[in-house]
């Protein structure tokens, strides 16, 4: 497996912003949870172990949805960083009065047990990473053998709209670039997995005010850009950034500001591990000599 890292992503900037704590999970991942949920409709299996990774990052409804999928079944919330786990076991958890702390088991943790899961679900956590395929290695790592991922992330067609803004006006990229379904299906491959199955669809959200289009992409993110903008910024330029945003109004959405996210959808299973066969097969002369006794015809009986 190659070891390259994306070009456009500053791995400083991707491990500040995993640290940083978040009050809710962003509106849009939530709607993607509920579109990758329905997904699960395609899959036959019934994990009894499955793996939330970043709950609060990737979407806390999905935590119910599931549950209720896999009744009885056994959650480990994969969570990286002290301040966040704490903050998202307390949305999480039920109290201990209620039925479903008598339904199914909940752990959580940095590392999930090793091959213990049938599933792991990562939502919209890919296109974040520094180095995503040490993050598909781990996820490899944490499920059994017939296991299965589900993840979805953002394509490349997301934010179209801001980045031809940027250029026009000069400015650096307003975010990384975000890798093409089909790469990702490439990399799951090399990572391990089988029949990887990859799809994706545009979601197109519309903004009254340039203030609440911001807001939004700060709870989605950070530009993790090497060549982002350096230091900070003043109030004239967010202004002036406000009166550019301006011209992301869409007539045919009454004028309200339009942003568009394609979002990727895959998933892939963790096959058995292949048995190595030897390059070559050395023989002795006298093993050599019985095979060649083995395979001698016999002679034809009268």
Request: proline share 9%.
């Amino acid at each position: 497996m190659t070891t390259e890292r994306p070009p456009t992503i500053d791995p400083l900037a991707a491990a500040r912003w995993q640290r940083l704590p978040l009050p809710t999970s962003p509106w849009l991942h939530e709607e993607v949870v509920r579109r990758m949920e329905e997904r699960l409709a395609w899959i036959m299996r019934q994990p009894q172990t499955w793996v939330h990774w970043e709950p609060l990052r990737g979407g806390l409804q999905a935590q119910a949805l599931l549950q209720r999928r896999y009744p009885g079944s056994e959650c480990f919330l994969a969570l990286s960083h002290k301040d966040i786990a704490q903050d998202a076991i307390k949305k999480i958890a039920k109290p201990w009065w209620h039925p479903a702390r008598w339904r199914g088991g909940l752990r959580y943790g940095a590392v999930p047990p090793r091959g213990a899961a049938q599933m792991l679900w990562a939502n919209m956590a890919l296109h974040m990473a520094a180095d995503p395929q040490a993050l598909l290695a781990r996820w490899h790592e944490a499920l059994a053998v017939d296991g299965f991922l589900m993840f979805s992330c953002l394509g490349p067609d997301t934010l179209r709209e801001l980045r031809t803004l940027y250029q026009a006006l000069g400015w650096p990229a307003p975010s990384h670039e975000f890798t093409d379904m089909h790469d990702w299906g490439d990399m799951l491959v090399q990572a391990g997995f089988a029949e990887p199955v990859m799809d994706m669809e545009r979601i197109e959200l519309t903004f009254e005010t340039p203030q609440r289009l911001l807001q939004e992409l700060r709870e989605l993110g950070r530009n993790l850009h090497p060549q982002r903008f350096a230091g900070l910024r003043g109030r004239g330029w967010r202004e002036r950034l406000e009166a550019a945003l301006m011209q992301l109004a869409d007539p045919a959405q009454d004028g309200r500001l339009k942003l568009t996210f394609e979002i990727i959808y895959g998933h892939a299973f963790k096959p058995q591990p292949r048995i190595p066969v030897a390059a070559e097969t050395a023989l002795s002369l006298e093993e050599m000599r019985q095979t060649l006794r083995q395979r001698k015809p016999k002679e034809p009986s009268l």
